[in-house]
């Protein structure tokens, strides 16, 4: 590669999960630090970070058509933008990357992106490098303070995963099951806060599966430290993903009844309603076990609103068993959900297994699927009307005078009126869709 000037401004497109926009804002603050500005909007940048997800099919396509519609978009302007792939592609594929594309100078991992600016360095000279080391936390401590945020703030507390869901690609792209330090995350956990973030999420592969010493030296849970971070004055709202069923202990449950800035929502991933297919996923639970859980947080917070995953086509269902999730489905009625047809990893057990499912048949089965979730999504946001709830406003809505907000059941709410960016007001619910319900300001709360 030919050497270049030193990037003046980046942009980072993160995909996939929360985690990852986490880690594309702490990249873009890496990359402040630096002197480095985000390129206005509708301008090519001068350094672009792809901050990829393996999760699914035709992810590595993807990036390799950013690739291609970045260099074009550059040579139109007359410079070619400095291009860094990040995230579980540049994990599990690094190399190959690097093979098939000239135009790109840095492949960072996921646990490696606190080496950016050696690597920019790197790359500004003309030299290409490939980080994909996964040291045990160690990027934390290397990125710089959290300066900016926004009202509803990402914080990872948990990193990795050691389930082995036998679909699942995260165990190798993101590595073990670790815990960010106790006093680390109460510390960046009030640094968002006097940033201005009202509502912070805790995130984690597998949130539920945190733990830490505080600073009496007691051992805790993800409760005591949500338990904990509820004393921060300023922060109103407290929420978690993405939690496993066998890692949810009775502090958990009880801390939904006890706490009151911890918001009434759960995301549970189930993935299947029948227990030979969560078997064959190496899922601990059954749908019975996943039910009666799910009964005593109900029990601990009753208005309780519920969110889950799903894999439609996992190699071997059958229709019976298909039949089984949606019944469960039926059971729960959740107010949210993702759901996704199978997609073969490579290097994961299932990508491999007997009885790979026709693609028409997991089409078929992700619509009856949706259609069921869409329904009870509809049922939920209608059954809140009437309603006068919180609403912490996070962006501007598509018209102007309209802002768009969180209801406490993480909800869309829109609604006109005074109110500014990062307000806490409350709002009568009083139109529902599929996605989203429509407020009247009652009052504003904080300003
Ligand atoms: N750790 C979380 C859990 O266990 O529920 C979520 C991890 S993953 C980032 C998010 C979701 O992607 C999973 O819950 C699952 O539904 C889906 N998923 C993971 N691997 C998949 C695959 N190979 N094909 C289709 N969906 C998949
Ligand atoms: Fe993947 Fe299973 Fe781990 Fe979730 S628990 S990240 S689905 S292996």
Redesign the pocket.
């Known amino acids: 590669m030919k050497p270049t000037s030193s990037p003046k401004t980046y942009r980072v497109k993160s995909f996939g ?1 929360q985690m990852n926009v986490y880690d594309g804002e702490r990249m873009a603050e890496m990359l402040g630090e630096q002197g480095i500005l985000p390129a206005p909007e509708g301008e090519e940048a001068d350094l672009v970070v792809l901050n990829t997800c393996h ?2 099919e035709k992810a590595a396509e993807k990036v390799y058509s950013d690739i291609g519609r970045l260099t074009k978009a550059g040579r139109k302007v007359g410079k070619e933008p400095l291009i860094a792939v990040a995230g579980c592609v540049a994990q599990a594929e690094g190399e190959e990357i690097m093979k098939r594309s000239p135009a790109v100078s840095m492949v960072v991992g996921p646990q490696a992106y606190h080496r950016l600016p050696e690597m920019l360095g790197r790359a500004v000279k003309g030299e290409r490098s490939t980080d994909t080391d996964m040291p045990a936390i160690a990027k934390f401590a290397a990125l710089p303070e959290r300066r900016r945020t926004n009202p509803a703030s990402f914080l990872t507390v948990q990193e990795g ?1 050691d ?1 082995f ?1 036998t ?4 165990p190798y792209t993101r590595g073990a099951e670790i815990s960010r330090p106790y006093s680390d995350l109460v510390t960046e956990a009030k640094k968002l806060v006097d940033a201005g973030a009202k509502e912070i999420t805790l995130l984690g ?2 949130v539920s599966a945190w733990s830490g010493e505080d600073e009496r030296g007691h051992k805790v849970g993800l409760a005591g430290l949500i338990r904990d971070l509820a004393r921060i004055d300023g922060l109103a709202r407290i929420r978690y993903t ?1 939690s ?1 069923p066998a890692d949810m202990d009775d502090d958990l449950i009880a801390a939904h009844g006890e706490i009151e800035k911890l918001m009434p929502f759960l995301h549970l ?1 189930v ?1 299947a309603g029948s227990d030979r297919v969560l078997r064959a996923m190496n899922r601990s639970h059954t749908a019975e076990s996943y039910l009666r859980l799910l009964e005593r947080f109900r029990t601990a917070r009753p208005d309780l609103a519920l969110s889950g ?3 439609v086509g996992f190699p071997g269902e059958t229709d019976a068993e298909f039949e089984e999730t949606l019944a469960l489905v039926g059971e729960v009625k959740y107010a949210q959900a ?1 759901s ?4 073969p ?1 490579p290097g994961t057990p299932a990508a491999t297994m007997d009885g790979q499912v026709a693609k028409e048949v997991m089409d078929e089965r992700l619509q009856r699927l949706q259609t069921a979730l869409n329904r009870d999504q509809l049922a939920f946001n209608e059954a809140s009307l009437g309603r006068t709830c919180e609403v912490l406003v996070e962006r501007n809505g598509k018209l102007a005078g309209q802002w768009l907000g969180k209801s406490p059941w993480l909800q869309s709410v829109w609604f006109e009126g005074d109110a500014v960016i990062g307000d806490l007001v409350r709002a009568e619910l009083v139109e529902a869709g599929p996605n989203s319900l429509a407020g009247k300001l009652r009052e504003t709360v904080t300003a």
């Open positions: 999960c999760i699914r995963c389930k869901c679909y699942c690609v995260v592969q597998n993405t496993h991933p993935q995953d799903f894999i993702f996704f047809k199978y997609s990893r």
